[in-house]
Protein backbone atom coordinates (compact mmCIF):
# COMPACT_ATOMS: atom_id res chain seq x y z
CA UNK A 1 0.00 0.00 0.00
CA UNK A 2 2.90 2.05 0.06
CA UNK A 3 2.84 3.39 3.62
CA UNK A 4 2.93 1.74 7.10
CA UNK A 5 1.22 2.18 10.46
CA UNK A 6 0.87 4.82 12.51
CA UNK A 7 0.91 6.89 9.33
CA UNK A 8 -2.74 8.15 8.80
CA UNK A 9 -2.72 6.90 5.08
CA UNK A 10 -2.94 3.50 5.80
CA UNK A 11 -6.08 3.70 7.81
CA UNK A 12 -7.30 6.14 4.79
CA UNK A 13 -6.76 4.15 2.37
CA UNK A 14 -8.67 0.13 4.22
CA UNK A 15 -11.47 2.68 4.78
CA UNK A 16 -11.33 3.53 1.21
CA UNK A 17 -11.26 -0.52 0.49
CA UNK A 18 -13.33 -1.87 2.75
CA UNK A 19 -17.02 -1.86 2.62
CA UNK A 20 -17.27 -0.69 6.19
CA UNK A 21 -17.44 2.95 7.41
CA UNK A 22 -14.94 3.82 10.14
CA UNK A 23 -17.54 3.28 12.95
CA UNK A 24 -17.96 -0.38 11.85
CA UNK A 25 -14.11 -1.34 12.31
CA UNK A 26 -12.51 -2.57 15.49
CA UNK A 27 -8.83 -2.31 15.49
CA UNK A 28 -6.19 -3.83 18.23
CA UNK A 29 -2.94 -3.50 18.38
CA UNK A 30 0.01 -3.41 20.67
CA UNK A 31 1.19 -0.15 20.06
CA UNK A 32 -0.40 2.85 21.19
CA UNK A 33 0.42 5.36 18.48
CA UNK A 34 -1.27 2.69 16.20
CA UNK A 35 -4.38 2.86 18.21
CA UNK A 36 -4.21 6.54 18.14
CA UNK A 37 -3.83 7.10 14.83
CA UNK A 38 -7.50 4.89 13.81
CA UNK A 39 -9.08 6.59 16.28
CA UNK A 40 -8.37 9.89 14.79
CA UNK A 41 -10.52 8.69 11.84
CA UNK A 42 -13.25 6.94 13.90
CA UNK A 43 -12.68 3.43 14.21
CA UNK A 44 -12.51 2.29 17.83
CA UNK A 45 -9.81 0.73 18.52
CA UNK A 46 -7.78 -0.73 21.66
CA UNK A 47 -4.23 -1.69 22.81
CA UNK A 48 -3.93 -4.82 23.95
CA UNK A 49 -0.52 -6.65 24.58
CA UNK A 50 -0.27 -10.31 24.63
CA UNK A 51 -3.43 -12.94 24.29
CA UNK A 52 -4.56 -12.31 28.17
CA UNK A 53 -4.60 -8.48 27.17
CA UNK A 54 -6.29 -9.36 23.69
CA UNK A 55 -9.14 -11.55 25.37
CA UNK A 56 -10.08 -8.91 28.18
CA UNK A 57 -10.43 -6.34 25.38
CA UNK A 58 -12.76 -8.87 23.71
CA UNK A 59 -15.01 -9.55 26.31
CA UNK A 60 -15.37 -5.83 27.57
CA UNK A 61 -16.38 -5.30 24.09
CA UNK A 62 -18.83 -7.95 24.34
CA UNK A 63 -17.31 -10.02 21.34
CA UNK A 64 -16.05 -12.73 22.94
CA UNK A 65 -18.01 -13.81 26.38
CA UNK A 66 -15.72 -14.79 29.49
Given at each position: ?26 F ?21 R????L ?12
Amino acid sequence: MGCVKPQRRIFELVLERLPFEAKDIFFVDDNRLNVAAARELGIAAEVARGSSELMTVLQRRGIVKG
